[in-house]
């Protein structure tokens, strides 16, 4: 979760670095205007930025040419929040446009994060991580992989030496940081440094590393064009999810499933009212917009979700999934219980669902044989299933 401004003041800040030309990728447009799957780099880079779970202040740097172009492209995914993003014009340095970012900054902010357009698929709980483990420890935080491959040191065009690997990461964007430690940071640096982390810590500030995501790799060459149409579905634009949820009967609850209520029916245990199916649904479509998870999204430590019924969630998952760019195309659910009997309300259950969703869900429903704890009687397991489709 952000920082707490209070009267929803937003606190936190993305910096989006898109100013860079994109010369190793052989075209004569600026890297973040390159398209992919039909739709620049910057557009994707910023649908993650707008599909986090909180507002934030958005700032484009950008070449100085294309102003009016970054603008229109900005302006059109940020939709509705248009009053939350700018965009600012970039320098000749990374540095330099970091810096023109960081002159944008609202006051109320608190913290910063840097990211490159290039990292065009970085997933929104990404975003979200970072922001959250720089609030935990007040310091410099990074998104970093493992280093899979033997690094090995050379001279003279001969390797010399191994190097441990145990000791090494790659480094992602974004990277995150209190915003009163950047901005000092920045205007004591007397060199250019190859990310900002490397200029916070040469002013003498802590940066800790968190596991990074493999969808945040940098588009930098044609090889990496290529794996970004691939991941944004060669223009098809079409994802999968699948989610599971598993609840507990429970004696003292009335029973909710599917978003409907069931008189005479032993409830499930739950933070919320239990509907192990209005779960799995969110889980399914967060799964395939690459949006985390509802316990990443709709944590049981928020007293607002206590007792909240499936519809709550899903159509706040809906609105995640849109924004996100995406359109649904099916959800088709599994239901393994040996109670209740769902026969006589599944047109009535697939019709209230499908409205939630706003495409068609299909439900389907069988018992385990009295093998585990569904077939004993001691739960409810559902398994969803959702399609996707790229909206714009």
Not at 23 to 28: D, I
Not at 60 to 79: E, F, K, T, W
């Amino acid at each position: 979760m952000p920082p707490s401004g209070g009267n929803d003041v937003t606190t936190v800040a993305v910096i989006v670095v898109a100013a860079g030309s994109g010369s190793r990728l052989g075209g004569s447009e600026p890297k973040a205007l390159v398209a992919v799957s039909g739709r620049p780099i910057l557009e994707h880079a910023l649908d993650s930025i707008f599909a986090m779970s909180f507002a934030v202040q958005v700032i484009v740097v950008a070449p100085m040419a294309r102003l009016d172009d970054v603008r229109r492209i900005s302006r059109a995914v940020a939709g509705a929040a248009i009053d939350s993003i700018q965009v600012v014009a970039g320098a000749e340095t990374r540095q330099g446009s970091v810096a023109a970012g960081i002159e944008a900054l609202a006051p109320s902010i608190k913290v910063v994060l840097v990211h490159d357009a290039a990292r065009a698929f970085a997933p929104a709980g990404l975003f979200e991580a970072v922001s959250a483990a720089v609030i935990e420890t007040s310091a410099g935080v990074i998104p970093a992989l493992p280093v899979t491959d033997t690094i090995k040191k050379m001279d003279a065009g001969l390797a010399v030496a191994t190097i441990d690997r145990s000791e090494l990461v790659a480094v992602q964007t974004p990277q995150g940081f209190p915003r009163n430690d950047l901005v000092a940071a920045y205007a004591a640096a007397s060199e250019d440094y190859t990310d900002d982390a490397a200029l916070f810590a040469a002013a003498g500030h802590p940066v800790s590393v968190i596991t990074g995501d493999a969808r945040a790799f940098k588009i930098t060459t044609p090889w990496d064009l290529r794996r970004a149409e691939s991941i944004a579905g060669g223009g098809s634009g079409i994802r999968t999810g699948v989610g599971i949820d598993v609840h507990a009967y429970d004696h003292s609850n009335p029973l909710w499933l599917g978003g409907l209520y069931w008189p005479d029916e032993i409830g499930l245990a739950g933070h919320s009212d239990g509907d192990a199916v209005s779960h799995a649904i969110c889980d399914a479509l967060l799964s395939a917009a690459g949006l985390g998870d509802i316990g990443g999204r709709f944590g049981t430590s928020e007293a607002r979700f206590a007792g909240a019924h499936g519809e709550v969630f899903i159509t706040e998952t809906v609105k995640l999934v849109t924004g996100a760019g995406y359109s649904v195309g099916n959800v088709a659910v599994q239901i393994v219980a040996n109670h209740p009997k769902l026969a006589a309300r599944r047109t009535e259950i697939e019709s209230y669902l499908g409205g939630l969703v706003g495409a068609p869900v299909s439900i389907a429903a069988t018992t385990s044989d009295g093998l585990g704890f569904t077939g004993t009687g001691e739960g409810v397991a559902v398994i969803a299933t959702a399609l996707l489709q790229r909206s714009r």
